[in-house]
Structures are given as structure tokens and as C-alpha cells.
């Protein structure tokens, strides 16, 4: 198979992540009010890490412990980007989270470019000053105050691009079945901590709530983090960025389809600018990612 077929191969994966978790951001929003968002990070990673020990729980043992320990704490640092997610879809809307999120399409060549010491191209650049300008008319309202939700929101998106970075080194020399496993663990690990320190156990979960933490961690953690870790082998960091940042369509569109979120004037101007600035950023010359 030739390199290009399999880069093809990767992102057709990666884009498939990218509908997914536009999707889990609409099923969020509805299950956080029934349940508190740190126990559903916590239950949502539970049912995640049960469904990767089932498949691949037997070679996650087998790992060498530097491997399960790079995977532990990955899994660690995306739980963080969900458990901000989460808690910001309290003060924000699902389409506002998916393009705040999509920004991590420009800063992971940037980051990238910082820590080969080169300079990015200039279209990057220019598809920051886009996002960022995307960024601020999400983020302020009309009084140019800014909501807390957006802030958490960006947050989340500085750790999602903390991730990518870290999945890109890790997948290249590990088992990717079996780091999904550890990540799992790191997850759920995390959230569980977070929730019992500052939250009240819930005293009774209505079964749709039940419902959204089945589907969010079985489709929206397990079956993500496997086609992940498996296409970031076939395609580079900045590729994956750029097509992830295609659940900011997928979420405002299907926030809009079935929970009835608004389009004013300010979220379409502003979310045509961040979709600007991604196309600027995967139009970059001599290829934007790194391996």
C-alpha cells in the first residue's frame, strides 16, 4: 500500500472521529441536565475503559511500562479536555464548544513549528489571525463581556492540542490497540478522582442519561480513541488537527437539527471565520503537518 493511499486511509479515519465528536457534543448537551458533568466524565470513561479491557486488555498487560505510562497520562490529559468540555456546556453552546475546540487546527503546527524552532508558514499564520478573529466574536457577546462557558471552552482546546501532539509521538513505536487500553485507564482514572473530590455522588441517573453515558463511552471514547491512535500512524499531527476541526461543522449542524441551538448573524460570521481559517491553515504550502 502507498504512502499516499494510506495518508488517505488515516484521514478518512480521523474525519470519522471528527462526526462523531460533533455528535457526542449535542448528546452532552442534553445529559448534563440530568447529570452533573464531572460523573458523567466519570461514568462516560468507566464504560470506556470496560469496553477496551474486553478487546484489549490481554496485550495492554504485555505493553512495556514506559509505553502504558506515555499512554496513561495522554489518556489523562484528554479526560481534562472532556471534564472542561463538560462543564462548559453548562454556560455555552454545543456549536460554540465545537468551533472554539476546532481552533487546536492552527495551534498544533504552531506548537510543532515552536518546538522544531522554525517558522511557520505564512498561511498559517494568517489562518491564526482568522480563528482568532472567529474566536472573539463567538466569545463576546453584546455587551463585550466574555462567557465563562467560551473561556473553559478554550481551555479544553489548548489540552485537545496538547493531545494530538502527544498521541502523534506515542503511536509511531506503540501497540495502538493497547494504548487505547491505558488511555482508557488514564481517563477514567482522572475523572473519577474529580468527581468524588467535587461533586455529590448522584442519588439516582434517569435511564436517558444512562443512555447518552453508554453512547459517549462506548462510540463516543472506546471506538473514537481506537481509529485515532490507528490513523495518526498513516497521517501526520497538523492533518489530523485540520480534519478533527470538522466536528465544529458537524456539531453546530446537528445542534442546530436537533436541539434547536441558534444561528444569529454574530455565530455565522464568526464560525465562517474559524472554518476560514482552517481551509487557510490545510491550504499551507509544502504540507502543513509534521510527522
Same mark, same amino acid.
Given at each position: 500500500?502507498?504512502?499516499?493511499?494510506?495518508?488517505?486511509?488515516?484521514?478518512?479515519?480521523?474525519?470519522?472521529?471528527?462526526?462523531?465528536?460533533?455528535?457526542?457534543?449535542?448528546?452532552?448537551?442534553?445529559?448534563?441536565?440530568?447529570?452533573?458533568?464531572?460523573?458523567?466524565?466519570?461514568?462516560?470513561?468507566?464504560?470506556?475503559?470496560?469496553?477496551?479491557?474486553?478487546?484489549?486488555?490481554?496485550?495492554?498487560?504485555?505493553?512495556?511500562?514506559?509505553?502504558?505510562?506515555?499512554?496513561?497520562?495522554?489518556?489523562?490529559?484528554?479526560?481534562?479536555?472532556?471534564?472542561?468540555?463538560?462543564?462548559?456546556?453548562?454556560?455555552?453552546?454545543?456549536?460554540?464548544?465545537?468551533?472554539?475546540?476546532?481552533? $487546536? /487546527?492552527?495551534?498544533?503546527? @504552531?506548537?510543532?513549528? *515552536?518546538? +522544531?524552532?522554525?517558522?511557520? =508558514? #505564512?498561511?498559517?499564520? !494568517? %489562518?491564526?489571525?482568522?480563528?482568532?478573529?472567529?474566536?472573539?466574536?463567538?466569545?463576546?457577546?453584546?455587551?463585550?463581556?466574555?462567557?465563562?462557558?467560551?473561556?473553559?471552552?478554550?481551555?479544553?482546546?489548548?489540552?485537545?492540542?496538547?493531545?494530538?501532539?502527544?498521541?502523534?509521538?506515542?503511536?509511531?513505536?506503540?501497540?495502538?490497540?493497547?494504548?487505547?487500553?491505558?488511555?482508557?485507564?488514564?481517563?477514567?482514572?482522572?475523572?473519577?478522582?474529580?468527581?468524588?473530590?467535587?461533586?455529590?455522588?448522584?442519588?439516582?441517573?434517569?435511564?436517558?442519561?444512562?443512555?447518552?453515558?453508554?453512547?459517549?463511552?462506548?462510540?463516543?471514547?472506546?471506538?473514537?480513541?481506537?481509529?485515532?491512535?490507528?490513523?495518526?500512524?498513516?497521517?501526520?499531527?497538523?492533518?489530523?488537527?485540520?480534519?478533527?476541526?470538522?466536528? $465544529? /461543522?458537524?456539531?453546530?449542524? @446537528?445542534?442546530?437539527? *436537533?436541539? +434547536?441551538?441558534?444561528?444569529? =448573524? #454574530?455565530?455565522?460570521? !464568526? %464560525?465562517?471565520?474559524?472554518?476560514?481559517?482552517?481551509?487557510?491553515?490545510?491550504?499551507?504550502?509544502?504540507?502543513?503537518?509534521?510527522?
Amino acid at each position: 500500500m502507498g504512502n499516499r493511499l494510506r495518508m488517505m486511509l488515516g484521514d478518512g479515519g480521523v474525519l470519522t472521529v471528527a462526526f462523531i465528536w460533533g455528535a457526542t457534543n449535542v448528546v452532552l448537551r442534553g445529559a448534563l441536565t440530568e447529570l452533573t458533568p464531572l460523573w458523567f466524565c466519570a461514568l462516560r470513561f468507566a464504560v470506556a475503559f470496560a469496553a477496551t479491557a474486553v478487546f484489549f486488555g490481554r496485550r495492554a498487560v504485555s505493553m512495556p511500562r514506559a509505553a502504558s505510562a506515555a499512554g496513561f497520562f495522554t489518556g489523562a490529559v484528554f479526560i481534562l479536555a472532556h471534564i472542561l468540555g463538560a462543564i462548559a456546556l453548562l454556560f455555552t453552546t454545543a456549536g460554540n464548544e465545537s468551533f472554539i475546540i476546532a481552533m $487546536s /487546527v492552527v495551534f498544533v503546527p @504552531l506548537a510543532a513549528a *515552536f518546538m +522544531e524552532r522554525k517558522a511557520p =508558514p #505564512r498561511r498559517v499564520i !494568517a %489562518s491564526i489571525a482568522l480563528c482568532v478573529a472567529g474566536m472573539a466574536g463567538l466569545m463576546l457577546d453584546g455587551s463585550m463581556s466574555v462567557n465563562v462557558g467560551d473561556l473553559l471552552c478554550f481551555a479544553s482546546m489548548l489540552l485537545v492540542t496538547a493531545y494530538i501532539l502527544l498521541v502523534q509521538k506515542f503511536v509511531k513505536s506503540a501497540d495502538v490497540y493497547a494504548l487505547a487500553f491505558w488511555q482508557a485507564l488514564g481517563g477514567m482514572t482522572l475523572a473519577a478522582a474529580a468527581a468524588l473530590i467535587f461533586e455529590p455522588m448522584p442519588s439516582e441517573i434517569p435511564y436517558t442519561a444512562w443512555a447518552a453515558v453508554a453512547y459517549a463511552g462506548t462510540v463516543g471514547f472506546a471506538l473514537t480513541l481506537v481509529i485515532q491512535n490507528v490513523a495518526q500512524k498513516y497521517t501526520t499531527a497538523t492533518h489530523t488537527a485540520i480534519l478533527l476541526s470538522m466536528s $465544529s /461543522v458537524f456539531g453546530r449542524v @446537528l445542534g442546530i437539527v *436537533f436541539i +434547536e441551538e441558534p444561528m444569529t =448573524p #454574530r455565530i455565522f460570521t !464568526a %464560525s465562517a471565520l474559524i472554518l476560514a481559517g482552517v481551509i487557510t491553515a490545510e491550504l499551507a504550502p509544502g504540507g502543513t503537518g509534521n510527522k
